[in-house]
């Protein structure tokens, strides 16, 4: 459903089977809201919200990116645990998967 490319800022690295484990896998807030359909200023502030409600420090994940004009732009860069996080919330079916079922 949703795949794992690399950095925004990072066209050239290596694919993921065959990155280095030092490098945790990362997917950055422009990326998030071209896989989800949504503009980015909603992902954006999606990410800050989620980053309070879990008490993270939101400066962890800061990350700065060039548009096509070369103009820095502001954004997340989340873990891979993060991401899913976010994504689960705007996915209902993932949502209910990731839900531990009652009575078990």
């Known amino acids: 459903m949703y795949n794992f490319k690399p950095a925004c800022d990072k066209p050239d690295r290596k694919?993921?089977?065959?990155?280095?484990s030092k490098h945790p896998l990362t997917m950055c807030s422009?990326?998030?809201a071209e896989y989800t359909g949504k503009q980015h200023k909603h992902v954006f502030r999606d990410i800050e919200k989620m980053l309070n409600d879990l008490?993270?420090?939101?400066s962890k994940f800061g990350h700065i990116s060039k548009d096509s004009y070369g103009r820095a732009q502001k954004g997340?860069?989340?873990?891979?645990?993060?991401?899913f996080t976010l994504i689960a919330g705007y996915?209902?079916?993932l949502r209910k998967a990731s839900r531990p079922v009652a009575g078990t």
């Open 55 to 58: 008490s993270e420090d939101r």
């Open 30 to 32: 422009r990326e998030l």
């Open 91 to 93: 996915n209902v079916k």
């Open 76 to 83: 997340y860069k989340l873990p891979k645990d993060l991401t």
């Open 15 to 20: 694919p993921i089977s065959k990155r280095n």
